[in-house]
């Protein structure tokens, strides 16, 4: 099974973008120049990680990108030493992100990595809750500090307190420092954010191998069901939606909530009105930390969060008035979810003849349900309450920059990588302190507007969802549960590839992440304002799916995913439906169009296009 060479892909310049290689770090291209290096990847199977990546990455947005290639590599290969894998090395070609698990292929070597794996992972295994705990402490401290750090202005003159209180110090030295502190923050943030992930997948891995090996004919879906129904912050911020939806029935407020589609038409309307501003006071309580939620997955600085669009969760929370009117319970069916699991559960321990199996059947299965918590709480403490803020911290540094002439507009801090922000922050605050202009305003406005029309064309190249030659077997964990990149999704991606007319195609096939089979009309979606166009009983098909997008599995049927494997946030979340789901179909959103007629089998992971 081959797709496109690397080199022959990155060869291939998109006429217009000569040079966009500056944009990224200088580690992120393919070369030529280098015969080892070119050599190695060559030889190397690289995958588009549209999971994290559905659009092409902004220079700035490439801090998240190095902060897990360091943090994930880190913990698998020189803290905990995951056995058979190292890290994961990434590559850019246009503005997209191609991945590559590096694997421990000398067996001698593997063998070697066991017992410091066992030692040290199993330190943590019987420590979790303890350590989860600090954990939590940590993240809460680190998103403490980054709420409190200022980005200061540069004054026409120092306040003479300088002067009186002796401080000895600028305020453009604070911007800089201050600066490095924010981007140093955003580095540590994910040091945590990988500390117990990599093993809490591990947990996941080491119960399906375990059983699959027990079962050889069991579908995936039946193995992660077992953990499913365990309540998780995840859903918290969609749970306060339900709320505010219950009590504005209760206070009889419900009509003006629904009246109007803008947050300010509500608000304006509520002020003054009995029991308006007893609502209005629950909605601003629940904001904080729950509203510091992407709109997107969280990564990308065009993923507000709610607080930022108050419109996002005003049109969940009107979601759920219209069913509450209609008598339909908006819980979801937890009892119904742990109820299956443990039939499941039950139907498959008591196959298991061995007294021995039965044992660490158990002992894997608690395990996995102790890390499920984290895995995806996670979620809601880094990419969303940490980075909500982060990124406003970021258009305060624009501000300062747009301020001194270096850019036209907050969002034009974007094209910036971090550290030619750093130079151009040196550059102003030199010129402030000399008097003269920062050279940069003659330089970077040019620069960024050249940067926009490269990044509108990349936009319009379609990324291979792979290149390289794919290898015999793929075994790494984590590019299986998570991303949904196994030798049969290859197979599939590549038969869609290779049709020149995407609209003769009828069939799609990906992961089976949930059961069940439904036939609906498809809404195409690729944000979180895609998904308040949603109707009742609709099918969701998108790149990919995020906590923020949780109304929205109060409306539909089924979900259909570009990228993701069984332990995505999509298969996660439609399981606790109890709703058909197919991830990682690798075309989805080029094939499928808003309309038409789907019919979705999420227990053999094919989607049919009826009409």
Same mark, same amino acid.
């Given at each position: 099974?081959?797709?496109?060479?690397?080199?022959?892909?990155? =060869?291939?310049?998109?006429?217009?973008?000569?040079?966009?290689?500056?944009?990224?770090?200088?580690?992120?291209?393919?070369?030529?120049?280098?015969?080892?290096?070119?050599?190695?990847?060559?030889?190397?199977?690289? &995958?588009?990680?549209?999971?994290?990546?559905?659009?092409?990455?902004?220079?700035?947005?490439?801090?998240?990108?190095?902060?897990?290639?360091?943090?994930?590599?880190?913990?698998?290969?020189?803290?905990?030493?995951?056995?058979?894998?190292?890290?994961?090395?990434?590559?850019?070609?246009?503005?997209?992100? %191609?991945?590559?698990?590096?694997?421990?292929?000398?067996?001698?070597?593997? /063998?070697?990595?066991?017992?410091?794996?066992?030692?040290?992972?199993?330190?943590?295994?019987?420590?979790?809750?303890?350590?989860?705990?600090?954990?939590?402490?940590?993240?809460?401290?680190?998103?403490?500090?980054?709420?409190?750090?200022?980005?200061?202005?540069? $004054?026409?003159?120092?306040?003479?307190?300088?002067?009186?209180?002796?401080?000895?110090?600028?305020?453009?030295?604070?911007?800089?420092?201050? %600066?490095?502190?924010?981007?140093?923050?955003?580095?540590?943030?994910?040091?945590?954010?990988?500390?117990?992930?990599?093993?809490?997948? !591990?947990?996941?891995? &080491?119960?399906?191998?375990?059983?699959?090996?027990?079962? $050889?004919?069991?579908?995936?879906?039946?193995?992660?069901?077992?953990?499913?129904?365990?309540?998780?912050?995840?859903?918290?911020?969609?749970?306060?939606?339900?709320?505010?939806?219950?009590?504005?029935?209760?206070?009889?407020?419900?009509?003006?909530?629904?009246?109007?589609?803008?947050?300010?038409?509500?608000?304006?309307?509520?002020?003054?009105?009995?029991?308006?501003?007893? #609502?209005?006071?629950?909605?601003?309580? !629940?904001?904080? $930390?729950?509203?510091?939620?992407?709109? =997107?997955?969280?990564?990308?600085?065009?993923?507000?969060?709610?607080?930022?669009?108050?419109?996002?969760?005003?049109?969940?929370?009107? @979601?759920?008035?219209?069913?509450?009117?209609?008598?339909?319970?908006?819980?979801?069916?937890?009892? !119904?979810?742990?109820?299956?699991?443990?039939?499941?559960?039950?139907?498959?321990?008591?196959?298991?003849?061995?007294?021995?199996?039965? +044992?660490?059947?158990?002992?894997?299965?608690?395990?996995?349900?102790?890390?499920?918590?984290?895995?995806?709480?996670?979620?809601?403490?880094?990419?969303?309450?940490?980075?909500?803020?982060?990124?406003?911290?970021?258009?305060?540094?624009?501000?300062?920059?747009?301020?001194?002439?270096?850019?036209?507009?907050?969002?034009?801090?974007?094209?910036?990588?971090?550290?030619?922000?750093?130079?151009?922050?040196?550059?102003?605050? @030199?010129?402030?302190?000399?008097?003269?202009?920062?050279?940069?305003?003659?330089?970077?406005?040019?620069?960024?507007?050249?940067?926009? /029309?490269?990044?509108? +064309?990349?936009?319009? #190249?379609?990324? $291979?969802?792979?290149?390289?030659? *794919?290898?015999?077997?793929?075994?790494?964990?984590?590019?299986?549960?998570? #991303?949904?990149?196994?030798?049969?999704?290859?197979?599939?991606?590549?038969?869609?590839?290779?049709?020149?007319?995407?609209?003769?195609?009828?069939?799609?096939?990906? &992961?089976?992440?949930? !059961?069940?089979?439904?036939?609906? +009309? *498809?809404?195409?979606?690729?944000?979180?304002?895609?998904?308040?166009?949603?109707?009742?009983?609709?099918?969701?098909?998108?790149?990919?799916?995020?906590?923020?997008?949780?109304? *929205?599995?109060? +409306?539909?049927?089924?979900?259909?995913?570009?990228?993701?494997?069984?332990?995505?946030?999509?298969?996660?979340?439609?399981?606790? %439906?109890?709703?058909?789901?197919?991830?990682?179909?690798?075309?989805?959103?080029?094939?499928?169009?808003?309309?038409?007629?789907?019919?979705?089998? /999420?227990?053999? /992971?094919?989607?049919?296009?009826?009409?």
């Amino acid at each position: 099974m081959k797709f496109p060479v690397p080199h022959d892909v990155k =060869g291939k310049t998109i006429p217009g973008t000569e040079g966009w290689e500056r944009m990224y770090p200088y580690q992120y291209q393919f070369v030529t120049d280098d015969p080892q290096r070119n050599q190695y990847e060559k030889e190397t199977f690289w &995958f588009y990680d549209g999971l994290h990546y559905p659009e092409p990455l902004y220079p700035f947005d490439t801090i998240w990108d190095e902060a897990w290639y360091l943090a994930l590599s880190q913990f698998n290969n020189r803290i905990f030493q995951v056995p058979p894998v190292r890290g994961v090395d990434h590559r850019i070609i246009n503005g997209y992100v %191609y991945i590559s698990p590096v694997p421990v292929k000398d067996p001698e070597e593997i /063998g070697r990595r066991v017992p410091n794996f066992m030692e040290r992972a199993g330190y943590y295994y019987k420590n979790w809750d303890e350590l989860e705990a600090k954990w939590k402490l940590k993240m809460e401290a680190t998103i403490a500090e980054l709420e409190a750090l200022q980005i200061p202005r540069l $004054p026409e003159v120092e306040e003479l307190r300088v002067v009186t209180d002796g401080i000895g110090e600028s305020t453009a030295y604070h911007l800089i420092k201050n %600066y490095d502190d924010l981007i140093n923050l955003g580095i540590k943030c994910w040091q945590y954010h990988f500390e117990f992930l990599n093993l809490g997948y !591990a947990a996941y891995v &080491f119960f399906m191998d375990f059983t699959q090996k027990l079962f $050889p004919s069991i579908p995936l879906q039946r193995v992660t069901q077992m953990i499913s129904g365990i309540d998780v912050i995840m859903y918290k911020s969609d749970d306060e939606l339900k709320e505010l939806a219950k009590k504005a029935v209760a206070l009889e407020v419900d009509d003006v909530v629904t009246g109007h589609r803008d947050w300010a038409d509500v608000k304006a309307a509520l002020q003054g009105r009995r029991h308006g501003d007893e #609502w209005l006071a629950a909605f601003e309580k !629940a904001r904080y $930390p729950w509203f510091n939620i992407s709109s =997107g997955t969280g990564w990308f600085h065009t993923d507000r969060s709610w607080n930022d669009n108050l419109n996002i969760p005003l049109d969940g929370i009107q @979601t759920y008035i219209s069913k509450l009117r209609t008598g339909v319970a908006i819980d979801r069916p937890m009892e !119904a979810v742990r109820a299956e699991r443990d039939r499941v559960t039950a139907e498959y321990r008591d196959l298991i003849d061995n007294d021995e199996d039965r +044992k660490q059947f158990d002992e894997l299965l608690g395990c996995a349900r102790t890390v499920f918590p984290y895995v995806e709480n996670h979620l809601f403490y880094v990419e969303h309450w940490f980075h909500s803020v982060f990124w406003n911290k970021m258009r305060e540094v624009a501000a300062v920059m747009q301020e001194h002439g270096l850019i036209a507009e907050i969002e034009d801090i974007w094209y910036l990588r971090r550290d030619e922000i750093k130079q151009a922050l040196w550059d102003i605050v @030199t010129a402030w302190a000399t008097g003269v202009t920062p050279r940069g305003t003659a330089t970077w406005p040019t620069e960024i507007e050249w940067r926009k /029309g490269v990044m509108q +064309k990349f936009r319009e #190249w379609a990324p $291979p969802p792979a290149i390289g030659i *794919a290898p015999e077997v793929i075994q790494e964990p984590f590019t299986i549960v998570l #991303w949904g990149v196994t030798n049969s999704s290859l197979s599939a991606w590549a038969s869609v590839q290779d049709v020149a007319d995407p609209d003769s195609i009828t069939e799609l096939k990906g &992961f089976p992440a949930s !059961a069940g089979i439904v036939e609906g +009309k *498809a809404r195409v979606c690729r944000s979180a304002e895609d998904i308040r166009d949603l109707l009742e009983g609709e099918i969701l098909v998108a790149p990919t799916t995020s906590p923020s997008w949780a109304p *929205a599995f109060a +409306k539909i049927k089924a979900c259909i995913t570009d990228v993701g494997g069984v332990m995505s946030h999509a298969a996660i979340v439609c399981r606790e %439906y109890g709703m058909p789901a197919v991830v990682g179909t690798g075309h989805s959103t080029r094939v499928i169009k808003t309309g038409m007629t789907l019919r979705v089998d /999420g227990s053999s /992971g094919v989607v049919t296009i009826v009409q």
